[in-house]
């Protein structure tokens, strides 16, 4: 078994391996001589997470994949030609004809479907490939990236087949005959043969039917074998027609789509889960190993593993909803605009969502907004923790969006935090404003509230006076004039830090022109986490000055920016000279402190009640 200790999966699957291994019934297959020879009582378990983890029981020997190969060269050829060509050669429907019956679908035409020797054999012969070294180059290299490492071909078993296949070389010719296959029908058969000779072990059948879990990603290498949009063509063969003639019942009793082979291997996928991979050489009369069917049949028990069994109840994928009056942006603003914010933001909603978001999920969402009986002028969708947005989650998010819009509903959308985020959002009209983070998408909401109200939130293009500096707003006239008599001007450029973390009070600074954003570096991970924005207007670094402590943030200038500046020797002479003024200048910024905590006590507050 994998791994260092038996934790609870090793030893269920020791346990089912041992349960599985007191079957003793069925043959090892004789109509290839070589696989007459293989010993018929090895028997080994494999089972592989979506995470990369694989456990094994039993033993682990290298045999030949032989049909299992099918839905993955099938996988194969859909990447390389697409659905479309390969429909025009193989159908998908399920037949009650042995897996090497000489026949084509009576209706269509074509081969049934390509898990029986037919269909596989024109399967194989559209892969990707000029001619057909070529093809079967594609082969290998595929199945070897869905089993995670290179993988080889047992010569003796391909000869074997090659000289003892007519049957096969028959089915090809018919399916010659019908326009299905080209001229070189040897060459093709050949191609089929050597396919089917490439050795694997349990644990690689576990880990390819893991990538096809997986939505195409090699579990263990990361890898995207095949596109997204192959996986659940695959999947549907293998669930109606990869078990032979004990397809239905295998469905039944397992509930996972699967493909067995004559050497005994089955390989078996439950999507988003796990895959499991089974091999031992004794088969049932239709062609299945018996003790792989009774250990799947066994964990599918004790697991609750059949695809079909309903799962809990879908929970909604938001995870909360809150409106701007509670929580506000980070950008600083004057007085007279943070006090309209407080009786009119709640017309700004956002709305944060979490997790895959599929049919279930997105449709509470969508009744919680439509159902919202506040209403709000601007909504916010933050997918930022978002992982997985499918097709009926774009259909149904899409719909919501047009219906708000045409309400009068301005929509915002955070981008989730994904490969290419801006094409998994493929669906967004291009109305949607989008923005990186909630705090920008909250603060375009804000001044667009702002500019509905007739308020102008655009930058001052003169310098801002002292005495219209938002710290001292209300000040006597005497108290500004003695603090202006001691500021000095600093001209900072764009993108300059102002100071960092660290740097010893060098003053207060009151922004005249421009703007600057203080930041902090996040504790154990790596960059750096904006914390405001602070426009003219606004004032900075007063709690430095006050305390004499080392900066706590780090500014950084946005754009070409102008600071009055009251440097500590000019503060204490304030005290010591004019001690009223001081007192004026000290009050306002313990009316500055007091309000910034009391803002960030809200929103803690806002957060802990939703």
């Not at 037949?95 to 020797?117: C, H, K, Q, Y």
């Not at 939130?457 to 003169?462: G, V």
Request: hydrophobic share 45%; proline share 5%; net charge negative.
């Amino acid at each position: 078994m994998a791994g260092t200790g038996a934790g609870p999966i090793e030893q269920l699957l020791e346990e089912v391996w041992q349960e599985a291994s007191l079957r003793d019934e069925g043959e090892v297959a004789t109509y290839i001589p070589e696989l007459a020879r293989i010993e018929p009582d090895v028997f080994g378990l494999g089972l592989a997470t979506l995470d990369g983890q694989v456990y094994t029981a039993g033993t682990l020997v290298p045999f030949t994949i032989q049909s299992v190969s099918k839905p993955y060269v099938y996988a194969l050829a859909l990447a390389d030609r697409g659905s479309a060509a390969l429909e025009e050669r193989v159908g998908s429907e399920p037949t009650g004809d042995p897996f090497n019956s000489i026949a084509l679908d009576a209706v269509t035409g074509r081969a049934s479907n390509p898990m029986v020797n037919a269909g596989a054999i024109v399967t194989s012969a559209m892969v990707g490939g000029a001619d057909r070294a070529e093809q079967f180059d594609r082969i290998l290299t595929g199945l070897s990236a869905f089993a995670g490492r290179d993988l080889g071909v047992d010569e003796a078993v391909f000869d074997s087949e090659r000289v003892t296949g007519d049957r096969n070389r028959a089915i090809a010719y018919l399916m010659r005959s019908a326009g299905l296959l080209d001229a070189d029908v040897d060459a093709q058969v050949e191609l089929y043969f050597r396919q089917c000779a490439v050795l694997v072990t349990a644990r690689d059948l576990a880990v390819m039917a893991a990538t096809l879990a997986n939505a195409g990603v090699n579990p263990v290498t990361g890898d995207q074998v095949v596109p997204r949009d192959v996986v659940p063509l695959v999947l549907t063969v293998m669930a109606t027609c990869g078990m032979y003639d004990y397809a239905g019942e295998w469905l039944y009793r397992v509930g996972l789509p699967a493909k067995s082979g004559v050497s005994g291997g089955v390989s078996a996928a439950l999507p988003g889960q796990l895959g499991l991979g089974l091999h031992s050489p004794r088969l049932d009369a239709r062609g299945n190993s018996v003790r792989g069917v009774a250990a799947a049949q066994l964990l599918s028990e004790r697991l609750g593993m059949h695809m079909l069994l309903p799962s809990e109840r879908q929970r909604s994928g938001l995870r909360r909803t809150y409106r701007a009056d509670a929580v506000r942006s980070r950008r600083g603003r004057p007085r007279a605009h943070r006090e309209l914010l407080d009786a009119e933001a709640s017309a700004i909603v956002v709305h944060e969502l979490v997790g895959d978001e599929g049919f279930a999920s997105t449709e509470l969402l969508v009744r919680a907004v439509l159902s919202d009986a506040q209403p709000a002028r601007w909504r916010v969708l933050d997918l930022r923790r978002v992982t997985r947005i499918d097709t009926a989650a774009e259909t149904l998010l899409s719909s919501l969006v047009a219906q708000l819009e045409a309400d009068g509903v301005s929509v915002s959308v955070v981008e989730p935090r994904l490969p290419q985020p801006r094409s998994a959002l493929r669906w967004l009209p291009g109305t949607v404003h989008r923005f990186l983070d909630a705090d920008a998408a909250l603060e375009w909401c804000e001044t667009a509230l702002l500019h509905e109200r007739g308020v102008d939130d655009d930058l001052p293009s003169d310098l801002v006076p002292l005495r219209q500096v938002d710290l001292l707003d209300g000040l006597p006239e005497w108290a500004v004039q003695a603090i202006e008599e001691r500021v000095t001007s600093r001209v900072i450029t764009d993108g300059a830090v102002v100071f960092d973390e660290g740097d010893p009070a060098d003053g207060l600074y009151f922004v005249a022109a421009g703007q600057v954003a203080s930041d902090v570096r996040m504790k154990n991970l790596s960059g750096r986490r904006r914390l405001s924005t602070i426009a003219a207007g606004s004032s900075f670094g007063e709690l430095a000055l006050v305390d004499g402590s080392t900066r706590s943030t780090r500014i950084v200038a946005l754009e070409p920016t102008i600071c009055y500046v009251l440097s500590p020797e000019s503060f204490d002479e304030l005290r010591h000279r004019d001690p009223a003024s001081a007192a004026e200048l000290v009050m306002a910024i313990s009316r500055s402190l007091s309000h910034r905590l009391r803002s960030s006590t809200a929103d803690v507050a806002a957060f802990e009640d939703l």
